[in-house]
């Protein structure tokens, strides 16, 4: 790929790879593709900052009087510098001030801008929420609001004209306005021209004068168009991997965060104020570090004269600043002219191929937003969603469920850009009222209504982004999403018995612990007898823990004896734990059981101790209440699962792995591979079932029952058989027909009869 890399080494290595092996190695295994969310930081960043936090004392850089205070000053100061540097400007020209992230600078702009009722706000349509939430304060100041389609804005161009009134000297007297636009936007990767800053600074939106009146969206009245027109770029995105030159480009205002930058830390970011706009904000709030002289005893404040320190309020997130030194220095060793040639030519190799997907109809398998990525220097994202051979839409969730399963990380919804998102999709303001009145929200799992997305699937690489992460992405599309036009060769299991009949029974006394499989065991109003009875609960949280929380908890082994009344737990070395099944504990609490609410019996301390040893974290065991309705199963009392589907499923894999998996209660042989999924009614022996549906499936599948050893590939298989839109299914949920009506029992060779 033409750009893509940094070199080869001596010996021909690309620079990339031996990078990632070096400085990424806690990114093995993985394919992270969300760089727009947040990108990585390096090995060698964290070692450089634990090395200078190590090598020095920082104190409070407000206490400058004492050597720590005054190191801590002077090196957020030598990193002013040189941020200023890397964006090709001075601290002549402009301040910084040091801010959580992009979002904090903007709100500091929007609580200190002078918007009136002569003003207009402006912003990009295809802006990030936290620049469209600036015209909150300038709609409480009467300003008008105006969110210009993006084509208008890339239609300003640099002019000489200056139709507009001489400005006054008097800052007081002049009308302000305010224009704000994303350099990159984040949902699709589109970057905006630069030189439209001057063209607004000089000419403000003269030129699209029809589309600022077509596009306000508030006002009370007219704008002025006298005034004053001051630039905010939020280069959050942009400057993650391009330059971005303030020497060329002079926006009044920049916001960036810096771990979109380079990862580490996060909670910190810079807010660039070029001097001759400073004296245009107006700050009403000083906080510690601002003030020059205070008197709590009269209303008399005198801020610092120096504008950083003035607009700085309370100290500064100094240890993690010093971070952001390391940081930069890791951009700049590649150089970003360098980045963005990587990352272009990643974004163009990932477009042209997803452009390239065809079903075996030849319909089209992806909608592609936006046509810039084949550009010269496309931005980094590439902002998509997924159809099906039929044309309809596959929804987010479904991708990014499947995508986890690959350890893919991706980023699904409208990603905090609600312009971009309904400009893209299409989606009108009904729409999406319409949307809201569903109950929709962005990101959630309503990602198709009527028919149509309500968000898309955004891949974003990143400096450090391979070759092989983008192709592992397009093999993982092409596997599951691509319908062939020719279907496989059925995979054939092994021959199976002639005769339908129970083959195993399994309890699982404490929930997501080892299972108690027997020989024949008593039915109960709530399922097997004291199946999912207990549950070992984080006494903090409620939450009652599961195998993917724990993985020990597959070495916790009940047993019960029905004979002397007993449960019987073991646990590695631990002495066995003796707890009598007619005691049910007095003490109430409530716990949630897979985000379901629920109420248990809440055992003492010494049963407590106990399973906090066996867990290796603080826990208590808590039992269904006498008159609880339902056990602490997840959604029915038994689940059922055939041999054959196992073996089935075994057959796709390279090691076969054990039934147990699946903690299914009931294990049928005898029938044909899935036969279990049409069966409506199940009578095994003598007593008779319902079939509730389908069991979703989730990564508890992948969690070896003997040894806690996870694997991804069992649900990975599943997934390409087994999958209904986002969710997997396999085994079937069951209920007694009539339960409770007399004692009864289930045994091994119990004839079963499935009925559609």
């Known amino acids: 790929m033409d750009g893509y890399g940094y070199g080869r080494t001596a010996a021909g290595a690309e620079v990339v790879d031996e990078m990632r092996t070096e400085e990424f190695p806690h990114m093995q295994g993985q394919v992270y593709l969300d760089h727009a969310g947040a990108t990585i930081y390096s090995a060698r960043q964290l070692a450089a900052h ?8 920082f104190g409070n850089p407000h206490s400058t009087a004492a050597p720590s205070g005054g190191a801590a000053a002077a090196a957020l100061d030598a990193f002013r510098h040189q941020l200023a540097a890397f964006f090709h400007t001075t601290l002549e020209t402009y301040d910084i001030i040091f801010t959580s992230g992009a979002t904090g600078g903007l709100k500091l702009i929007g609580e200190t801008f002078p918007f009136s009722d002569h003003s207009a706000f402006v912003y990009s349509a295809d802006s990030h929420n936290s620049v469209v939430g600036l015209r ?4 409480a100041a009467g300003a008008a609001i105006i969110a210009l389609p993006p084509a208008a804005l890339d239609n300003l161009r640099s002019s000489t004209n200056t139709r507009l009134a001489p400005l006054s000297g008097d800052a007081d007297a002049e009308t302000l306005h305010l224009c704000a636009f994303p350099g990159e936007c984040n949902f699709s990767g589109a970057k905006h021209d630069l030189s439209v800053v001057h063209a607004i600074q000089t000419s403000g939106l003269d030129e699209v004068a029809s589309s600022v009146e077509e596009h306000t969206i508030a006002a009370s009245r007219a704008p002025r168009k006298r005034g004053r027109w001051l630039v905010l770029l939020d280069a959050a995105k942009l400057a993650a991997t391009n330059p971005v030159d303030l020497s060329m480009h002079t926006p009044d205002f920049m916001v960036l965060s810096f771990y979109k930058l380079f990862g580490y830390p996060t909670g910190t970011g810079a807010l660039f104020v070029k001097k001759s706009a400073q004296r245009f904000l107006r700050k009403t709030y000083f906080g510690g570090g601002t003030l020059a002289t205070s008197l709590a005893s009269a209303l008399l404040t005198k801020p610092r004269d120096d504008f950083d320190r003035r607009f700085s309020d ?16 890791q951009l700049q060793r590649l150089g970003m002219c360098a980045i963005q040639r990587h990352t272009a030519a990643l974004t163009k190799h990932l477009a042209t191929k997803l452009s390239a997907l065809r079903h075996g109809n030849d319909q089209r398998l992806c909608d592609i937003y936006g046509d810039h990525h084949l550009g010269k220097h496309p931005g980094s994202v590439v902002a998509l969603n997924v159809r099906r051979a039929d044309g309809s839409v596959v ?13 893919i990380h991706l980023r699904t919804g409208c990603f905090c850009n609600p312009g971009a998102c309904q400009m893209h999709l299409n989606l009108s303001a009904n729409d999406l009222l319409s949307h809201m009145e569903l109950g929709h929200t962005c990101g959630d799992a309503m990602d198709v209504i009527d028919g149509r997305p309500t968000g898309a699937v955004r891949v974003s690489v990143g400096y450090m982004t391979t070759r092989a992460d983008v192709d592992k992405f397009l093999d993982f599309i092409a596997t599951y999403f691509v319908a062939r036009a020719v279907a496989p060769a059925p995979v054939v299991p092994p021959p199976m018995p002639q005769k339908l009949y129970l083959a195993k029974i399994t309890l699982f006394p404490i929930k997501s612990c080892a299972g108690l499989s027997v020989p024949e065991w008593p039915l109960a109003p709530r399922g097997l007898l004291y199946d999912r009875e207990w549950a070992v609960v984080d006494p903090t949280s409620g939450k009652a ?14 047993r019960i004896d029905l004979d002397s009344h007993v449960l019987v737990v073991q646990c590695g070395d631990l002495a066995p734990l003796r707890l009598p099944l007619t005691y049910v504990p007095p003490t109430s609490q409530t716990l949630t059981v ?3 609410a629920c109420r248990g019996s809440a055992y003492d301390g010494a049963v407590a101790a106990w399973f906090s040893a066996a867990v290796g974290r603080p826990c208590t065991l808590v039992r269904v209440p006498v008159d609880g309705d339902e056990g602490f199963a997840n959604e029915a009392p038994f689940l059922l699962l055939s041999r054959a589907s196992v073996a089935a499923m075994n057959c796709r894999l390279p090691t076969p792995v054990s039934e147990d998996v699946f903690r299914a209660n009931l294990i049928v042989d005898g029938c044909a591979p899935h036969d279990e999924d049409s069966w409506r009614r199940v009578d095994v022996g003598s007593e ?9 499936r989730c990564s508890m599948v992948n969690i070896d029952p003997t040894t806690g050893a996870f694997s991804p590939a069992p649900l990975q298989t599943l997934a390409g058989y087994r999958r209904d839109k986002a969710r997997i299914f396999f085994g079937q949920f069951l209920r007694q027909s009539a339960p409770g009506r007399r004692a009864t029992m289930v045994r091994v060779g119990d004839v079963v009869v499935g009925n559609l």
């Open 136 to 139: 909150s304060f300038a709609h």
């Open 594 to 596: 897979c985000a379901t």
């Open 50 to 57: 634990q090395k200078l936090l190590l090598s020095n004392l």
């Open 395 to 407: 929804g987010y969730t479904e991708v990014s469920a499947l995508a986890a399963l690959h350890n």
């Open 314 to 329: 309370g100290t500064a997130s100094f240890l993690s600043l010093l971070a952001c030194q390391a940081g930069l220095d």
């Open 545 to 558: 823990l599961r195998q993917k929380d724990a993985p020990v908890m597959t070495q916790i082994r009940p």
């Open 688 to 696: 008779a079932f319902d079939v509730l549906g389908p069991c979703p």
